[in-house]
């Protein structure tokens, strides 16, 4: 055995001869070495024998791959040369072709860097895996009632009573605030309370300024490198004093990077939380009484099952007490950083989140804009087929492989798709700008040039590439030579079905995202132009700030109300659209019951401000004193729940305030958005500004007008305020405006929808536009014959319809009931909602017909304006 | 007609000799003995390839044999074209030595 096997070459090499020297699969050559060898290693030994084999494969590897390379390129650039050819040749067909794909590309790269965005929220924090946000749940009469705050008290005594957890960060978002430097006045949104561990927990990485010390004192102030230079310009903004209105002087003690905007917190300014709690008197606090977020940071592999273990006893420690006079019962939540953004717990007072369901929006839309981009391309290359089988044909008989024309075919794909990727990443580069303003997100067009992001682009472009070049390549190189050259070729019966099924199939999602469309907007236009039980229009509702202003508003009210085109005036807190809610025990069948309505602060006309109807008793009264102390307006849905056959009367208590009394019942009216129905809602009266209650400080000045020359009321209204509050910039805006906005959410999703079914119709119809030319060129001898036999050019083209029409009707109807069940699903989120319009389905029906027939008779009419004879003369 | 090199001349040459045993091994071995150089597979390959695609060869397959692990010998044999070629390089380089002066090394001069 083993002396055999001494007497065989080396069999590793033997097979790299073989790929170098195949001899059409007989390997003689092999055999001569082979033979040799044989003689060699009976001359000189087996060893020598195997080394001149070896030596023999060596010298030939580099001469072969040398040459296999430079026929590649060879090839490489004759293939470039003939993709090249054919562009200029079929103008037309490749105008079509790069249009859609790079619609598509492009649609596809900002759609990946929205979800990239978004996927990455809070990431950016290197201890992120182990930062929880700790949240409320009060349970009220066994209802849990979720704060995503907690008591300022919760986050020291964790730490005290839980070694274990490494530390905690109390973090407090301020209202925009006016900063003064020098001449500079502005509202800051965006500046935060918090401890000084924020630096360390968090990752805030700071420029200047120590990270021990620079957020330990009152009143320092750490910015954002943007907002430093804002300020100071090129001056070093450390050690400088910025003044805070009604807050005081803040000193400037660090400068950190700006966060990425994918950030559940955005922070522009961090304030020192000893500024507001100066001497810890926040460890007094109940903690029943919510004020900013607590943020924990845990050690890894923390069991949050332990923790709750062994929260009984800090629950027996610390709420105990309070838990009678709130009557409700605490549970912390847990929640992780990243989890904070897509969480659905629907906490009160929560940060703005996003929505996972606009994610997967997203997600799926750029998938299909892929698929309908590559349906087309290979829509037009099996239809461009039948010019191109000749070619193929001759190249086949030239000696081409079916591989090798497969390959050349994807290439042509690939160059095609890369192209189209260098139009799409150019357009990107700049639309991004505008459509972040007109979708409302948050692209840094940086994201573009990042490594990542450049190689999915290209991943992209490969997959589109294969993608749309794999069908194509099997298909026409399976075409058989003699058929092609002969020219005998037709296309089968079975490839003009698929054809005809891609078309229609990209007419489905057009119809179905247009319907999509139009029902959404529908839907918008109904919420806002719907009866809300009160007159949104022409009512100014004007930011009151702080209190200077507030103790103005008496005699700036009564210098408004003498203006002829002043109905009435108004304070508020919040206002119609954003109210809160409270806690409030209410008179019941058997005693007092506790629960949590939607509650309105007003002042004294603010039902009439409103235009609002009292159904039953009265409207707040100046000339009943008790008002301001007891007065409490419901509306009717509060009576039905809780079935008052006598509303008036009803006793409605919380806390110190224990003798609020109904003195009236309003009609229904829609103080929130449409998404809701109408709940169980109280008023209450705001308390007169000289006793220092929470609920005395109004926030908003509502102003009735007659709708008349508005413009003059307000410039007549903003010279007023600036006589009253010279200091203090006049912030305004109209209530039904504000209403709106709370359907931007939708409106943004409408838009982003429609912009998606712009680009559905353009690829559809560039599709539909490549099968018409193809179809009306197939058929010029037909339409030539029928001309002869004395069919007119309208006949022909409505012939020629025919069959586009057919695609279009079952487009049509197979669309239709998929897009009403997405409506469905999305309609569902809104308590009330517009019926299905027949006639808008009928409408959209009708337009793809005709639009169809536009795009298709282009082709057809040219066709059948042809002189015959053109047509049938080269038989 | 174009003219055949040196070593195509010795390469059908030798594949006359060989007659019907004339295949890569026995075609370098003949040329290496009457050349008396060693010849590299690489270029015994290369030139009848040459000689093929040059109609001076045409090649067929043998039985496969044990000896070569199982594979056939690639024969080759001289054509029409070929025997021609070889015939007419013979008539050129007769002509060319008749007749010229007696040719020896003493003829030269410093």
Known sequence: MRQKHMHEPPRLTERLLKRIFPDNGTFTTIGDLEEVY???????????????????????????????????????????????????????????????????????????????????????????????????NYVTSGKPLLYAITSPALGPRLKEEYPEIDDFVRLVPLPEVLFIHGDKRLYQERIVLADPSILKVFTHPLLQGNMETCLKEPNSIVLTATLARRYFGEENPMGKIIQVENQGDFMITGVIKDPPRNSHIP???????????????SLNWSMYEVFGYTYVLLPEKYDIAAFYEKFPVFYEKYFKADEESYGQVYKPIFLKLKDIHYNTFGFRAEMP?????????????????????????????????????????MKKVLGSGKGDLGFQLLGESLLVSFIAMIIAYGAVLLSLTPLNQRLGLNLETGMLFNPIVIAVVLGLFLLIGILSGIYPAFYLSAIRSVTAISGGFSSGRTEGRIRRILVAFQ?????????????????????????????KESVVSIRLRDNDVVQKVPAFKQELIQHPDVISVATGIGQPGNPNTGLYKFEGGDGMVDHNFWVLWAGFDFIQTLGAKIVEG???????????????????????????ENPIGKRITQGTHTDGLVIGVVKDFHFASLHNKIEPMLIRMIRSPDDNMPGSTPDRLM????????????????????KFNPNRPFVFSFLDESFDRL???DRRQNRLVKIFSYICIIISLLGLLGLSSFTSLRRTKEVALRKVLGASATQIVLIMFREIFFLIVVAIVVAIPISLLFIDVWLEKFAYKTGINPLLLAATAIGALVVAFLTASYHSIKVAYTNPVDNLRYE | MKLLSRPEELFLLAIWRLQDNAYAVTIRDKVNKITGKTWSFGATFVTLERLVQKRYLTSYLSEPMQKRGGRSKRMYQLTRVGIKALLEIKKLQESMWDDIPRLSMSAVKK
């Open chain 1, 38 to 136: 044989h003689s060699i290693a009976e001359e000189k030994g087996p060893a020598k024998a195997r080394l001149w084999y070896r030596l023999q494969a060596f010298k030939s590897v580099f001469s072969y791959y040398k040459n296999q390379f430079f026929w590649s390129l060879v090839m490489f650039k004759n293939y470039l040369v003939f993709t090249s050819r054919l562009i200029k040749r079929d103008k037309f067909h490749y105008f079509l072709n790069f249009l859609g794909l790079s619609t598509g590309i492009a649609c596809c790269i900002i759609i990946m860097l929205f979800l990239r965005n978004e996927l990455t929220y809070d990431q950016h924090h290197e201890k992120a895996d182990r930062i929880h946000r700790i949240s409320s």
């Open chain 1, 267 to 281: 922070i522009e300014g961090i304030i020192s939380f000893s500024t507001w709690d100066t001497d810890q008197q």
């Open chain 1, 353 to 393: 989140l996003g929505s996972r369901s606009y994610l997967y929006a997203f997600f799926f839309i750029g998938i299909f804009i892929l698929i309908l981009a590559c349906v087309n391309y290979v829509n037009m290359a099996t239809a461009r087929s039948s010019t191109r089988v000749r070619e193929i044909g």
């Open chain 1, 507 to 535: 007419f489905v999602i057009s119809i179905g995202v247009v319907i999509i469309t139009l029902f959404m907007s529908r839907q918008i236009e109904f919420m806002r132009s719907r009866d809300l039980g009160f007159k």
């Open chain 1, 618 to 644: 009265r409207d707040f009264d100046p000339s009943f004193s008790t008002d301001r102390q007891k007065g409490i307006i419901v509306n009717e849905t509060l009576v039905r729940f809780m079935e008052w």
């Open chain 1, 703 to 722: 102003v009735r007008l007659k709708g008349q020359s508005l413009t003059n009321t307000m410039a007549w209204l903003e010279d007023r305020w600036n």
């Open chain 1, 743 to 745: 359907y931007d959410a």
